[in-house]
Nanobody, 120 residues
Framework: QAHPVESGGGSVQSGGSLKLTCVASGHGGCMGWFRQAPGKERGAVATFDSAGQKYADSVKGRFTSSQDNAKDTLYLQMNSLKPEDTAMYYC??????????????????WGQGTQVTVNS
């Protein structure tokens, strides 16, 4: 299983858009997006489990995550970007942990990250 590889970051003006891409061949079943801003802890942006897609409250309505299973690829479309979205964005993969009625995701393989900078 190779580590995920992210791409698509860059610098954009407030209100602009970016689309991140993550390729992760042989991932264990879970793929998700996380981010870490300077001086802050890394947190989930968009993850998926048997309960469905979950987004951080701060990005709801602006970010959309989608997955192409045939290509082992995960996308993050980011619209209406704000300066507070500035961070290193990471893609992570990992196995599913099944329980009666569903599954949860754990993430044990991380990409190098792609920088997103939103200028005011």
């Amino acid at each position: 299983q190779a580590h995920p590889v992210e791409s698509g970051g860059g610098s954009v003006q407030s209100g602009g858009s970016l689309k991140l891409t993550c390729v992760a061949s042989g991932h264990g079943g879970c793929m998700g997006w996380f981010r870490q801003a300077p001086g802050k802890e890394r947190g989930a942006v968009a993850t998926f489990d048997s309960a469905g897609q979950k987004y951080a409250d701060s990005v709801k309505g602006r970010f959309t995550s989608s997955q192409d299973n045939a290509k082992d690829t995960l996308y993050l479309q980011m619209n209406s970007l704000k300066p507070e979205d500035t961070a290193m964005y990471y893609c992570a993969t990992g196995p599913r942990a099944y329980y009666p009625g569903g599954y949860a995701c754990t993430y044990d393989s991380w990409g190098q990250g792609t920088q997103v900078t939103v200028n005011s």
